[in-house]
């Protein structure tokens, strides 16, 4: 709630506050969902605020089919209807695990027209929930012929983020109910890790609208932060309980577009699920900072990342190389905050950052626990 009271206090376009305040409003109340049909109502509602769209539909990926579970738009679509996947734009996304981004319908072939014309719209924005085997569909239509900006996709995709992880929630608590022998104590733990999704989002909203310089940098920075948060909590999924890889967490914060240019190496690691988030959010923010300020900057700049364990301890450490000079900001944004404090105190350990001349250096120390532990090689 405080970060929704911020974004209305602060001076922007109304149109503007009001994308930003349906985008943190939507992640809160997905989080608090506990059936499919309320996750559809929190989409529905919301989600055309967040787009800035003439209408959103729900699309449930059923066998064979993709149903149309609920909608909310300037005129009726096609709420209650089922379509064979492979005859609908909804379901070129599913098996293709794609957004589609179609400015004009009537010359994109992928879309049944017919099925279209009796319809306002004129132009989509189709995008999977859950890139890898998806499960649903969002689908937010215009009734103009349009491009749609980068800003734009990147909100539909934090949406459909954020209603996989809803989802599967959703799955999760269905999947407890069925155990009756542990289902209280599961329930608790699952309840526990949404209330700290929950925080985590309401932490990341409030701390990058106080440190953004613009609506653009609040816009890219919180949109950032948002998929990487996402994208740590994919991998915790996948891990299935049996902790999270370092090297792997150190590669989903990375991101594909700076892999190239990092080197990382280090032995076996396991992390428990919250300081594998943790590591993926920080590692985030380092290469957002180098691509902004440090050695990604320059072409030829490059980044190591390496860890070792001595006498029972991680030792890990982010060092820039051949980059320019920087110097420590005034602002204690949330990168720091993520930096100096979260991450240390998840693996009760301690850091240190230091503004070198080739670029920012970063070392961790922590002793081996319940969140870092060795792991022999296979």
Not at 140 to 151: L, M
Not at 197 to 208: D, G, K, M, P, Y
Request: aromatic share 4%.
């Amino acid at each position: 709630m405080a970060a929704l009271l911020d974004i209305m206090a602060d001076e922007r376009p109304p149109a503007e506050k009001a994308q930003l305040v349906a985008l943190v409003e939507i992640i809160e109340r997905l989080s608090a969902a506990r059936t499919a049909e309320d996750v559809a109502a929190v989409v529905r509602r919301v989600a055309r605020r967040a787009c800035g769209a003439d209408g959103v539909t729900v699309v449930l990926r059923e066998a064979d089919e993709c149903r149309y579970v609920d909608e909310d738009a300037i005129g009726p679509l096609w709420k209650g209807r089922r379509f064979p996947i492979d005859r609908c734009i909804s379901g070129w996304v599913m098996l293709n695990g794609q957004t589609a981004v179609i400015p004009d319908i009537y010359r994109d072939p992928r879309v049944p027209h017919e099925a279209y014309r009796p319809t306002f719209v004129n132009s989509l924005v189709m995008t999977p929930v859950r890139p890898e085997a998806p499960i649903a569909a969002i689908g937010a239509y215009w009734a103009e012929a349009r491009e749609f900006s980068a800003e734009e996709l990147a909100t539909l995709e934090v949406v459909a983020r954020a209603t996989a992880t809803a989802l599967e929630n959703v799955r999760l608590i269905g999947s407890l109910n069925e155990a009756l022998a542990q289902r209280d104590g599961l329930i608790r733990e699952l309840d526990h890790r949404v209330k700290n999704n929950l925080a985590s989002v309401r932490a990341i909203a409030q701390q990058t609208l106080r440190s953004a310089t613009s609506p653009d940098s609040f816009t890219r920075s919180f949109n950032g932060r948002l998929l990487a948060l996402a994208r740590a909590h994919e991998l915790v999924a996948r891990a299935k309980g049996d902790g999270v890889g370092l090297k792997e967490a150190v590669l989903e914060g990375l991101g594909d577009d700076v892999a190239g240019r990092v080197r990382v190496e280090g032995p076996q690691v396991r992390l428990s699920p919250e300081t594998a988030v943790n590591v993926v959010l920080a590692l985030h923010e380092l290469v957002a900072n180098a691509l902004a300020h440090g050695a990604l900057l320059a072409p030829e700049g490059r980044v190591a990342v390496s860890w070792s364990m001595h006498d029972g301890r991680l030792e890990l450490s982010w060092r820039e190389l051949d980059g320019r000079p920087v110097q420590a900001s005034g602002r204690q944004g949330f990168g720091l905050r993520m930096l100096r404090a979260a991450l240390p105190r998840s693996l009760a350990g301690a850091a240190d950052l230091e503004f070198a001349e080739e670029g920012l250096r970063y070392r961790i120390s922590a002793p081996l626990s319940a969140a870092v532990r060795a792991e022999a090689p296979h």
